[in-house]
């Protein structure tokens, strides 16, 4: 299939009602009658439909029968209404809603499972499911509407491990590992009929199954990995991510007014910046296509005639910096050896005893023999220190909490010695202090305190990328007066 399938991912944004899934079910027409690339879509729930599902499923355990069936009212009368709007014939619209309301069949079925045994939390994740189930229903039906046949996925079309589940946590949907091998057999033996009898295929991204048959999901935000994995599976041209946002942008928009859109990124780059805080991307989505080297492009779907932003192998060449980003709830974990001694191996235990506590350093910025700084998620950095702690006594741990990471992105950043010095230099101008830093070929990441992060971000973005020009005004000029 390489070089003659396109994936279109569109998110909870894109389909969020009956208008918006008439303006998806456009892009995809007009993308089936392409003659270089054939269109296979990935779609999620309509957006707030999954945190609804899973507030549903929470009541379900918690025993509250009444206001479930008000939850369960408001999802029906929700994607009934979505219907009316993205389907405008009658004809077309009935077999719909009845499709629609198997699914709710399936999703009562599953909250009265649970509202009956409530410690099975497994549940949640094919609660959480139908929100998918109900996209593929009413974005196939609208694209039949414009006179391209689509058929929906009524199946999972990602096979994963069996998620880790926590019995003493709320029902939730933790993320599953996806069996590539398994994957691919089943997105092919799925979707390569419907492609050669020239049928769009409308796949449900979020969800996926074990080998057993059990529901899983990829955690969430999840969708933009599972449009990645049916990519990566078909060896597809390209996969373009269809969001509200015209692309990847230098910074923040909501944050930075003078953001600016970057029209390519390396995986690297853009994989950086999703671990750093950037929303467009989810860290994992880039994982199953830099090996078949397949190109994601960003788009919005509100504006398709834009090209947003290309991720490939290859970019433009940057001398500095081409985005700020910034993650907050962070802690700096020091670990000093009371006998300054320089054991190599004492950074391998450090990270071993950190991932028993369940944390992955979010970066390292300082090693030596007998000292290690390094960053952790603000919610596991207690757990992280009263591991090592506990387990070494030699050991002297201090935990500080409350800080962000800025990271200032691009290939060739340190090439130029100047960038690094213009980056703190902007901070100092501003007086926010810098606690720590670290720095690599891609760029130098700044340790600060989190309230000022932003203030931070918008400093760094002017001296780096894009500064602010003021606006001068001037005065109106007195007319002059005649002179007697």
Known sequence: MKKQVSVLKFGGTSVGDGER?????QIIARAAESEKTFPVV??????????????????ASQGERELCQDELEQVRFRHHEAAARAVLNPLHREPLLRELDEVFGLLTEAVEALLAEPQRHELGAAIAACGERFSVLLVAAAVCEFGVSASP?????????????????????????????????????????????????????????????????LGRNGSDYSATLVGAALECHDVAIYTDVDGVMTADPRLVSNARLLQHLTYVEAARMAWFGAKVLHPRTLM?????????????????????????????????????????????????????????????????????AGASPVAICASSGHYLAFMVDEQVA??????????????CVTVRPKLAACACIGSGFTADPMSPARAITALASERIPVVTQGASDLGIMLIIE???????????HRDLIAPVIPIVRHAPREPRRAVL
Not at 21 to 25: D, F, L, M, S, T
Not at 42 to 59: H, P
Request: proline fraction near 7%; charge should be neutral.
């Open 21 to 25: 899934v008439r303006r998806v079910a």
């Open 42 to 59: 990935v779609v999620s729930a309509q957006s707030g439909v999954t945190d609804q599902l899973l507030r549903l499923a929470l009541l």
């Open 153 to 217: 996925i009524r199946t999972e079309a990602i096979v994963t491990e069996a998620p880790e589940q926590d019995p003493s946590q709320p029902v939730g949907v933790p993320g599953a590992e996806p069996l590539q091998a398994e994957t691919r057999e089943q997105v092919r033996d799925l979707v390569h009929p419907l492609v050669t009898q020239k049928t769009v295929p409308i796949v449900p991204g979020f969800i996926g199954h074990t080998p057993e048959g059990l529901i899983t999901t």
């Open 288 to 356: 199953p296509v830099v090996a078949l080297q397949i190109p994601v492009r960003v788009r919005n779907t509100f504006r398709p005639h834009l090209r947003g932003t290309l991720i490939g192998s290859e970019g433009h060449s940057r001398s500095g910096a081409g985005a700020i980003t910034v993650r907050r709830k962070l802690a700096l974990i020091t670990v000093e050896r009371r006998d300054l001694f320089g054991a190599p191996e004492s950074a391998a235990q450090v990270f071993e005893l950190a991932a028993r």
């Open 382 to 395: 207690d757990s992280v220190v009263e591991m090592l702690q506990h387990d070494h006594e030699s050991w």
């Open 450 to 460: 989190e309230r000022e992060s932003e203030k931070a971000l918008r400093c760094l």
